[in-house]
C-alpha cells in the first residue's frame, strides 16, 4: 500500500494542475460517491456518461466526453472572449455561455440539500427565502418582482463561525461546535468549475477543499456589494438613493443577521466547512427523531450513521452536478456563436461514441491529450497510445 503521504509527494512533484488539484480535493468530500452503493432510492445514483465524468474528473484524468473533440473554439460571450477546448473540459465549463448552466447546476446541490433540511425539520426553514429583504425593497422594484438579495436557504439554528474557526494549516476547517445561540441563518449555495482563481489561492495550497473555502469565503462581502448596490441605485430604478458610504436600509437588514455562509463545493466535488458543519447539524436533527425507528442503540450512533449516509449524498449529487454541467455543454465545443449547434461534425456526439471515433482521426489531426491540459500531437514523446 502506498502511503498517502509519500503519494501526496509525487502527484505534487509531477506539477499536473488537474492531478494536484484532484488530489488536493480528494479529502474534502471529493471521494464522497467512492463509497457510495448504487441506489436510485437514495440519490446514489450515476448515468453511464456521468459516472465516466466524475471517475476521471476525480483522478485528475481527461474527460472522456470532452477529449475525442480535440481542440475546437467554443465560442464564449464573456469579456476573454473565444475559448479553445482543453481534454479535461475546464475551458467548457468555464465559458459564458446561454442556457442558465451554472443556475442549474447550483440548483441541483440545492434541492438535496433542501430535502434533507427538511426531514430533520429545522425550524423556520425557507428555500430562495425572498421576503427576509423584501421589506427594505422599494415598492416600485417590488411590483415588478425585484428583490434586494435572496438567499439560497435559511434557518433558525445554531451554527460555528466556520470563518473564524479555520486554522492555517489544519486538515479541515476545525468546526466542532455549534454556536453561540439559535438565530435566523443565511446560505448561499455556491458550485464553481475547475480552473477557477481559488484553486490557486494560498487556502487552496494548504487546506484539503481550500479552494471550495476560498470560494465560500467571498461570499458574505459579495451580499455587501449587492446590498451597497441596490442602496445607492436611484429611487427611480427600484434603489433608495443612498449616498456612498452611508449605510442604506438594505444594508442594515443584512446586519442584522450573521455572516452569511457559503455552501461551496468544487469542481472535483468538495465542499467548504460549511457544508460539513452543516451535514453533522442535519444529522443530528434527523437522529433524534428517527433513531428509534431506526433500530439505533444511541442518538450518537444514529447521528453517525446518517452523516455518513448525507456526506454520500451530497458528494454524489455535487460531482453529478458538474459532470452534467459538461455533459449539457458539449454541443457548444466548435459551435458558431448563433447556433448552439456544432459547426462541423454536427452528427458526432456522445450518444453515438462509433461515429464518433470515426471522424477523430480526420478531423482532429491525430491529436491527444497531454497530461498537463494541453494538446500534442501523436508520436514520439506526445500524448497518443
Do not use: N
Amino acid at each position: 500500500m502506498v502511503a498517502a503521504r509519500t503519494l501526496g509527494e509525487e502527484i505534487e512533484a509531477a506539477g499536473v494542475t488537474a492531478e494536484v488539484d484532484a488530489w488536493r480535493a480528494a479529502d474534502g468530500g471529493a471521494s464522497g460517491w467512492v463509497g457510495a452503493t448504487p441506489s436510485e432510492l437514495h440519490g446514489h445514483h450515476l448515468a453511464p456518461r456521468t459516472f465516466r465524468e466524475v471517475a476521471c474528473a476525480y483522478f485528475g484524468l481527461a474527460s472522456p466526453a470532452v477529449a475525442p473533440y480535440g481542440p475546437l473554439e467554443i465560442p464564449c460571450g464573456g469579456r476573454a472572449g473565444p475559448r479553445v477546448s482543453d481534454p479535461h473540459g475546464v475551458q467548457l465549463g468555464l465559458a459564458t455561455l446561454p442556457g442558465g448552466d451554472f443556475d442549474i447546476r447550483s440548483a441541483a446541490i440545492e434541492t438535496v440539500l433542501h430535502a434533507d433540511m427538511a426531514l430533520a425539520q429545522l425550524p423556520q426553514l425557507q428555500r430562495q427565502a425572498r421576503r427576509l429583504f423584501q421589506g427594505v425593497v422599494q415598492p416600485g422594484a417590488r411590483a415588478h418582482g425585484r428583490t434586494a438579495l435572496v438567499p439560497d436557504l435559511s434557518a433558525q439554528l445554531r451554527f460555528p463561525d466556520t470563518y473564524e474557526r479555520l486554522r492555517r494549516g489544519a486538515a479541515r476547517p476545525a468546526a466542532r461546535w455549534d454556536g453561540d445561540h439559535a438565530q435566523r441563518h443565511l446560505f448561499d449555495v455556491k458550485a464553481f468549475g475547475r480552473g477557477v482563481a481559488h484553486y490557486a489561492t494560498a487556502l487552496a495550497r494548504d487546506l484539503r477543499a481550500g479552494a471550495a473555502e476560498s470560494y465560500a469565503h467571498g461570499v458574505h462581502a459579495e451580499y455587501v456589494r449587492q446590498a451597497r448596490a441596490v442602496d445607492q441605485r436611484p429611487p427611480e430604478r427600484g434603489g433608495h438613493g443612498v449616498a456612498e458610504g452611508v449605510v442604506g436600509p438594505v444594508e442594515q437588514r443584512l446586519r442584522t443577521f450573521p455572516r452569511v455562509h457559503g455552501l461551496a463545493f468544487g469542481g472535483y466535488g468538495e465542499a467548504s466547512g460549511a457544508v460539513e458543519a452543516l451535514r453533522r447539524i442535519v444529522a443530528r436533527e434527523q437522529a433524534r427523531r428517527r433513531w428509534r425507528q431506526m433500530g439505533a442503540r444511541s442518538q450518537t450512533e444514529a447521528a453517525g450513521i446518517i452523516a455518513s449516509a448525507l456526506r454520500r449524498r451530497w458528494g454524489i449529487a455535487a460531482c453529478r452536478a458538474q459532470a452534467e454541467l459538461t455533459l449539457r455543454r458539449l454541443v457548444w465545443i466548435g459551435a458558431r456563436r448563433a447556433d448552439a449547434r456544432p459547426a462541423e461534425h454536427e452528427d458526432v456526439g456522445e450518444a453515438d461514441r462509433g461515429a464518433r471515433a470515426a471522424a477523430g482521426p480526420e478531423a482532429y489531426a491525430q491529436r491527444a491529450p497531454a497530461g498537463g491540459g494541453g494538446w500534442v500531437p501523436d508520436g514520439p514523446g506526445g500524448g497518443g497510445g
